[in-house]
């Protein structure tokens, strides 16, 4: 779990060095989207990584049902929040969606990337 975390922050370190020019640029009116953004992103992947670490050892049934069932949870979690604090005026729509998808897209791959070393690692039971 430890690579996974220096992964998650090592990729946003790459990201916020190429976006600090634009950031500086015209995005200094949003960091509080940058900041939302990147947290609920940061915590989901956190979570799915997580729920994927405790499932693998299970019956297959129970994994689907701790993967599948977690992933949609947390994905009515994020857009209940991103739909929560855009209606409340907390956040702009579109500087917040767009910083939303780039970090999402970014932690999902870091967490399936993460999934793959470890599942070489596990006694994966298969049924006939």
Not at 30 to 45: R, V
Not at 66 to 77: A, D, S
Not at 82 to 111: D, G, N, R
Request: with cysteine.
């Amino acid at each position: 779990m430890s690579s996974f975390i220096k992964n998650i922050f090592l990729s946003t370190s790459l990201i916020i060095i190429i976006g600090l020019f634009p950031f500086m640029s015209w995005g200094k009116d949003y960091w509080y989207e940058i900041i939302c953004a990147f947290l609920i992103s940061l915590i989901n992947a956190i979570i799915g990584y997580y729920l994927v670490l405790i499932s693998i050892d299970k019956s297959n049934p129970e994994f689907y049902k701790n993967v599948y069932g977690g992933m949609l949870i947390r994905m009515v979690v994020v857009f209940g929040f991103s739909i929560y604090m855009i209606k409340s005026k907390s956040v702009l729509a579109t500087p917040y969606m767009l910083f939303l998808i780039t970090f999402y897209v970014v932690h999902q791959w870091i967490e399936i990337s993460g999934w793959l070393k470890e599942l070489p690692k596990k006694n994966i039971q298969f049924y006939k």
